[in-house]
């Protein structure tokens, strides 16, 4: 009897969708620039993302890198997923590890060049709504093909 239910395989959220496959989607670049109030400067958040993609849903795992000028501080594992058309972006960063893995980033742009480049805004909702309450936190958010 195999009762362990660890040896079960799950479905991923790509296979339930079915047909079409995933097709590969090219290397991006994603930027948010992060203003930290405390000491009125701005950290960069940078991750370098091969996407698959499903029609205009596409999907990748990449490693933030926070970036002050040229100096990484440090690293985080992220997943990224969204809707990608010729126009529009909408993309959600989420952190794996850290006080900013509470919420993703909802990042939403507009295509500068279409297909190739991206620019809009990032939002954060409140990272602590029992004990703060703001509206959160946004700031500028690019998406680059790179590859
Ligand atoms: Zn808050």
């Not at 893995?101 to 990272?127: D, I, N, Q």
Request: proline residues 5%; aromatic residues 8%; charged residues 25%.
């Amino acid at each position: 009897m195999a009762g362990n239910p660890d040896t079960l395989t799950r479905p991923s959220a790509l296979a339930m969708i079915g047909d079409p496959a995933p097709e590969e989607a090219g290397r991006w670049e994603v930027h948010l620039a992060y203003r930290l109030v405390s000491s009125n400067s701005v950290v960069d958040l940078r991750a370098i993302a091969d996407f698959v993609q499903i029609d205009s849903a596409f999907s990748g795992q990449t490693t933030v890198d926070f970036q002050i000028g040229d100096v990484t501080k440090y690293s985080v594992e992220a997943d990224v997923e969204g809707e990608l058309t010729g126009n529009l972006v909408l993309l959600d960063l989420h952190m794996h590890e850290g006080t900013l893995s509470v919420s993703p980033f909802f990042c939403t742009g507009e295509a500068k060049t279409e297909g190739e480049r991206y620019e809009g805004k990032w939002h954060m909702p409140c990272l602590k709504p029992d004990t703060c309450g703001c509206e959160g936190d946004d700031g500028y958010f690019s998406l680059t093909r790179v590859g």
